[in-house]
């Protein structure tokens, strides 16, 4: 930058450096000349982050509640099984010495609740009726603290002691039995024998899943052990609980060892991952709709700023600045207008996701039977996205530049003489 100087009387005295306001300075000022039109530009820039953060947030948060609430039905967030069970779940692969094992997970930080759990197929048989069904040995003081199945008794109560069994609502219809029934079990041993087991039906279950609900029956893990001879510490499963069903995959990283794999939620319930997925396509496409919307809109107010300007781009170029240089000055303009833009919609879904995450959103009276039925919350809860932001300002700045250079590239056509002239 070059001095400026002084001439007083016959001497000649340096001021300084010259002032110099540089592109991003004279580019802000600029966007001003015309509020209005720039804080509807801004404005839309604004609603489309809006409603991408709020959207794909309150999906979050919808499909965590879903996650979660299906995964506390029957197969938690994680399971600690034998490497070849899940593949072909044969009663000789277990895990050995659960407790300890259980203990250890309940131990970690990121770990809510762990439980040992048994399973096999077996014949349920009254009389002269008898219906395949999986047989869940389960530790029904710890399944009670974290399951939502011993909440949904049909008739009778939960599993409280040996000789019980919790039997799906289905099935109880299917074998002509109720509350107070004597149900037999039939199956193959750990040792290729018969497993044979009685117990009482104390309690039927109705999930509203038919696949549970006619061939699920729960008995109390040590019934199980004694009938399909395992050991008094062996299981096939753990179940474990994490404190965020968001941190699960991580979680289940952490807790696989030797002589077992971890398996989370998407591993346990393929179809939900899959569902997920489906709807998360449907939001994106909803986004690129609002954001080619708001592109059209700036490359709208850019088009017009270049014709309003258009004398003032002739002088700029009378005078030696070349169009290449009036054309980035547009694109700063345009990057500060997104800058604008995404802040407020920033700023706005922030402070709006946060207090809603916070309180929640009632659900409609209309839903009160749904949701007792299956031991949801009453209230839905939005959990910010900041995937959603980062991806919503990308696409706006991308989109903003594009929108700017379309109408910026007319300037490299303008003769100097003719755009003086011409009339805003």
Not at 306 to 330: D, H, K, N, S, Y
């Amino acid at each position: 930058m070059a001095d400026t100087s002084l001439t007083v009387g016959s001497q000649t005295r340096s001021v300084g450096p010259a002032p110099r306001i540089g592109v991003w300075r004279i580019a802000w000022r600029n966007l001003w000349r015309n509020r209005r039109r720039t804080w509807l530009t801004a404005g839309g820039i604004a609603f489309a982050i809006w409603m991408l953060v709020f959207a794909i947030s309150f999906q979050d948060g919808t499909f965590r509640i879903m996650i979660d609430n299906a995964a506390r039905l029957y197969s938690g967030h994680i399971q600690l099984q034998h490497p070849r069970y899940q593949d072909n779940p044969r009663m000789e692969y277990t895990l050995r010495d659960v407790g300890a094992l259980t203990a250890m997970v309940e131990a970690h930080a990121q770990a809510r609740f762990a439980s040992a759990r048994a399973q096999g197929f077996a014949l349920a048989s009254v009389g002269e009726r008898s219906f395949g069904a999986q047989v869940l040995g389960v530790e029904a003081d710890r399944e009670r603290a974290w399951s939502t199945l011993p909440g949904m008794q049909a008739q009778g109560r939960y599993l409280d002691g040996p000789g019980e069994a919790f039997v799906g609502s289905i099935l109880a219809r299917n074998l002509g039995i109720g509350v107070g029934a004597e149900l037999v079990l039939l199956g193959t041993s750990n040792r290729g024998g018969v497993a044979a087991h009685v117990a009482t039906v104390v309690g039927t279950f109705s999930t509203g899943q038919a696949a549970l609900d006619r061939s699920v029956v729960e008995i109390p893990i040590a019934d199980f052990r004694a009938a399909w001879e395992l050991a008094a510490d062996e299981a096939h499963a753990v179940i474990v609980i994490a404190r965020d069903v968001t941190t699960s995959k991580t979680l289940a990283r952490e807790l696989a060892g030797p002589g077992r794999v971890s398996l989370d939620w998407t591993d346990l319930m393929p179809e939900s991952e899959q569902m997920i997925e489906l709807k998360s396509v449907g939001a994106q496409l909803f986004f690129a709709v609002i954001a080619v919307i708001v592109t059209f809109s700036v490359v709208n107010t850019f088009m017009m700023m270049v014709f309003e300007r258009t004398p003032e781009f002739g002088m700029l170029m009378a005078i030696g600045m070349r169009p290449g240089a009036i054309i980035r000055q547009l694109m700063v303009e345009a990057l500060w207008l997104c800058t604008l833009g995404v802040g407020l919609g920033a700023g706005i879904s922030f402070m709006m996701v946060g207090i809603l995450g916070m309180v929640g959103i009632p659900l409609p009276a209309a839903y009160a039977e749904l949701v007792a039925t299956y031991n949801m919350p009453d209230r839905l809860y939005p959990a910010f996205s900041v995937y959603a932001l980062t991806v919503g300002a990308t696409i706006m700045f991308v989109g903003t530049q594009l929108a700017a250079l379309i109408p910026a590239l007319r300037i490299r056509h303008m003769r100097p003489v003719d755009a003086v002239r011409a009339r805003e």
